[in-house]
Nanobody, 123 residues
Framework: QVQLVESGGGSVQAGDSLTLSCAAT???????MAWFRHAPAKERIFVVG????????NYADSLCGRFEITRDNTKETLVLQMNNLKPKDTAGYYC?????????????????WGQGTQGTVSS
């Protein structure tokens, strides 16, 4: 089990960028890592996942290439670079980890979660 702590959220204008970080206490070498987001009155949804073996990175189709995930297993960190932000991207962003073969978009498949960091985009 790993402890996950997100940081980097904030309030920005449409078109700006945000860089979110997820720091893990414990090794994530064997972990499939993902970012989810949770907007008010909506379900928590999958944003992007990175498989433990580096062979798979999966993005939600709705992102249109605006977000990028990177991971550094030596520093136990996961980064989400969000560009050209839109008001609809406003949400709490959560880092999650799971063991197993690959990432998955299902929230219930992830055992370890951070507390989240808020990203707010104004028009």
């Amino acid at each position: 089990q790993v402890q996950l702590v997100e940081s980097g959220g904030g309030s920005v204008q449409a078109g700006d960028s945000l860089t979110l970080s997820c720091a893990a206490t414990g090794s994530i070498v064997r972990y499939n890592m993902a970012w989810f987001r949770h907007a008010p009155a909506k379900e928590r949804i999958f944003v992007v996942g990175s498989s433990w073996d580096g062979n798979g990175t999966n993005y939600a189709d709705s992102l249109c290439g605006r977000f990028e995930i990177t991971r550094d297993n030596t520093k136990e960190t996961l980064v989400l670079q969000m560009n050209n932000l839109k008001p609809k991207d406003t949400a709490g962003y959560y880092c999650a980890g799971r063991t197993g073969r690959a990432t998955t978009p299902q929230t219930y498949e992830y055992r370890d979660w951070g507390q989240g960091t808020q990203g707010t985009v104004s028009s």
